[in-house]
């Protein structure tokens, strides 16, 4: 993959981060924060559904896909059993029309309930699609996959606005809502050749069952890292409320921004190296893409701990919080995307059931971190909670790949990881009242790492200098 490719898989990322950057501030001016901590649970079981009920198929489909012939056939046989079950879970929802919207916002509204179930299975379909894309290296049509629900997304936003109906919950879901479901419309064009074709083929029985028993055990995983990703909101809907979530969900979606890096890397970096290991190539260029990454995850946190003071002049005083608290939610996407260089055993090895396993214990820690701290700190104590389980993840994913693959070094990975989660923590607790003296530590921190890592610098100048 050329940096021409990499450049057209980055535009859709970048590009949904500038929007999500600037539609965020204008929700909280339009909307209470109960409202936002609402839609935050509309997204946490949409992340379910889709890490549930894609039954690790996904995943299957992306490992086998360069040495499976049929792509339309295998693209099939990912995508119905999830469907199958998926649709099933509808219909049972459908027989009793109030609970989703009860059980997620507290409201008896079938109306609401609907719109919840669109908008779950959009997001399911919407994620299948997006493999095709992906796996055909189509950067342009996958990013542009993106961009645009962000921009119808905004542009309900200004309709609502312009109507006089803002502050009102109900447009504000149906704005997600028909965002979403332009995604699915988009992607159905752009891989109608694919899909259409797979109606054709018979499905391989003896290959799908050998990818649902590597899909299987990540069904499991799913569960726990969709707790690792989700647990924090549930605890501060039930201990705290939905005020107090509406905070953090401001707080985690300007930290969000860091799903630029886990959007680019991941899409880019799974395809890659499965086709080098199917190549037989030199598998020490992991290394190098290791170190690199680790450089980008430390001047990330780094950099939000110098200038997250910029968002409390964006929003409204009663999320004056936001900016402390999102340093610290960087943790997750950062530390996630950094385990996927080192996780590569895993995959290789097709050992699933490890993978899992780093899920389940990062999540039961989580859980346990959540339920002694959110009912005494809120909306903090879950960001911290969130951040140590996700560098816990982090390392066992990185320990367990070791153990089934190959050794490599880690104790700049572990120890300068562990400092900027350090540093974020102290900054959410006492940056707020000795902004200075973070503003100097973190300069400190700066200064010495660029300093240890200036042949990373001379190297990344180089790699750009010849892709020019």
């Known amino acids: 993959m050329n940096l021409k490719t990499i450049l057209s898989f980055a535009l859709?990322?970048?590009?949904?981060?500038?929007?999500?950057?600037?539609?965020?501030?204008?929700?909280?001016?339009?909307?209470l924060p109960e409202d936002i901590g609402r839609m935050s649970m509309l997204l946490v079981l949409s992340s379910f559904a889709v890490l549930c009920f894609s039954l690790g198929l996904d995943q299957a489909y992306v490992r086998e896909y360069n040495e499976y012939e049929n792509k339309p056939r295998l693209f099939k046989m990912a995508t119905l059993p999830s469907l199958f079950v998926i649709l099933l879970v509808a219909l049972f929802f459908l027989f009793n029309p109030t609970l989703l919207s009860h059980l997620l916002f507290k409201v008896a509204n079938s109306i609401y309930s609907q719109i919840i179930l669109l908008y779950v299975v959009s997001n399911l379909v919407n994620r299948f699609l997006s493999l095709?894309?992906?796996?055909?290296?189509?950067?342009?049509?996958?990013?542009?996959s993106q961009v645009l629900p962000k921009i119808i997304f905004l542009g309900s936003i200004g309709v609502i606005y312009f109507f006089e109906v803002n502050g009102n919950f109900y447009y504000l879901l149906l704005a997600h809502v028909v965002s979403v479901v332009s995604v699915t419309l988009i992607f159905l064009f752009n891989t109608r050749k694919t899909w259409t074709r797979s109606f054709y083929y018979k499905i391989d029985?003896?290959?799908?069952?050998?990818?649902?028993?590597?899909?299987?055990p990540l069904i499991l995983g799913g569960v726990a890292y969709w707790g690792l990703t989700a647990i924090d909101k549930l605890f501060i809907q039930h201990y705290a409320s939905y005020e107090e979530l509406g905070v953090y969900s401001v707080a985690v979606g300007f930290a969000g921004a860091a799903t630029i890096i886990q959007s680019i890397f991941s899409t880019v970096?799974?395809?890659?190296?499965?086709?080098?290991?199917?190549?037989?190539?030199?598998?020490?260029?992991?290394?190098?893409?290791?170190?690199?990454?680790?450089f980008v995850v430390i001047?990330?946190?780094?950099?939000?701990?110098?200038?997250?003071?910029?968002?409390?002049?964006?929003?409204?005083?009663?999320?004056?919080?936001?900016p402390y608290i999102l340093v610290v939610c960087l943790a997750a996407p950062l530390f996630y995307t950094l385990s996927e260089t080192t996780v590569v055993g895993l995959g290789v090895t097709r050992n699933s059931k490890l993978s899992m396993l780093a899920s389940v214990l990062a999540f039961v820690f989580n859980v346990i971190g959540n339920y002694l701290l959110v009912p005494e700190y809120g909306a903090e104590g879950a960001a911290v909670s969130t951040a140590v389980s996700f560098w816990l993840f982090f390392v066992l994913r990185t320990e367990l790949a070791i153990y089934v693959w190959q050794p490599i070094k880690?104790?700049?990975?572990?120890?300068?990881?562990f400092l900027a989660l350090f540093l974020s923590i102290g900054f959410m607790v006492y940056g707020a009242g000795d902004a200075r003296l973070f503003v100097c530590i973190w300069l400190v921190f700066l200064i010495v790492f660029l300093f240890m890592n200036k042949y990373v610098l001379v190297a990344i100048w180089s790699v750009l200098g010849k892709s020019q």
């Open 12 to 31: 859709g990322p970048i590009a949904s981060a500038i929007l999500a950057f600037i539609t965020l501030p204008i929700v909280t001016w339009l909307y």
């Open 132 to 144: 095709i894309l992906r796996m055909e290296q189509r950067g342009v049509a996958y990013s542009m």
């Open 410 to 417: 880690r104790f700049k990975l572990y120890s300068l990881t």
């Open 269 to 294: 970096w799974v395809p890659i190296v499965y086709k080098w290991i199917a190549d037989g190539e030199d598998l020490s260029k992991v290394d190098m893409v290791r170190e690199y990454l680790l």
């Open 205 to 216: 029985w003896p290959f799908e069952k050998k990818m649902l028993r590597f899909g299987f």
């Open 299 to 322: 001047f990330v946190f780094i950099m939000a701990g110098l200038f997250s003071w910029v968002v409390g002049y964006l929003i409204p005083p009663e999320y004056e919080r936001v």
